[in-house]
Every structure is written in C-alpha cells, then in structure tokens.
C-alpha cells in the first residue's frame, strides 16, 4: 500500500488544512501509512514533483497541488489500496 505523503512548510496557507486532512485520513483509513514531510527538514526528501505546499502524493506520484476534497482523497486511497490486494 503506497503511503500518503504531504509535503508543508511554514508560512504556508493552505498547509493547515493538509494537516487536518491528514488526521482526516489516519481517523478514518488507520492502517493507511500517512507521512508528514516539511520542506525545512535537511534530510527530506523531495521529489521533483513538489513545486509548492501543500502537496499531495501517493506513493510517489502526484495526486494533489493544493488540498483535494477529502471524498477524492479516501476514494483514490481506497482505489490504489484495492488494486493492491
């Protein structure tokens, strides 16, 4: 199951709503790996993707530049979750 990974950082607007987002999903999708990933950590790691915060990937594919609807979010995490099993 590929992990949830939002990438934040400070000063950034839209970042506390990706980071409600994130407890939205670990609330109601537990067992799906979430990862929290702010761009001032020297040992992050970002993908060439990440042009601005917050951003959404799955794995390592880019799902969202900016905060998806919550409902987009679980279906496609439900989706990627099925096609693994």
């Known amino acids: 199951m590929p992990p949830l990974r939002v990438f934040v950082a400070p000063g950034c607007t839209g970042c506390v709503r990706a980071l409600e987002l994130s407890a939205f999903v670990e ?15 020297p040992r992050a790691r970002v993908p060439d993707t990440v042009v601005g915060t917050p951003a959404f990937l799955i794995g390592d594919r880019l799902f969202s530049l ?7 979010l679980l279906a496609e995490l439900d989706r990627l979750t099925e096609a693994t099993e």
């Open 27 to 41: 609330r109601r999708r537990p067992t799906h790996p979430v990862e929290i990933v702010d761009l001032t950590d």
């Open 66 to 72: 900016g905060n998806p609807a919550p409902e987009r």
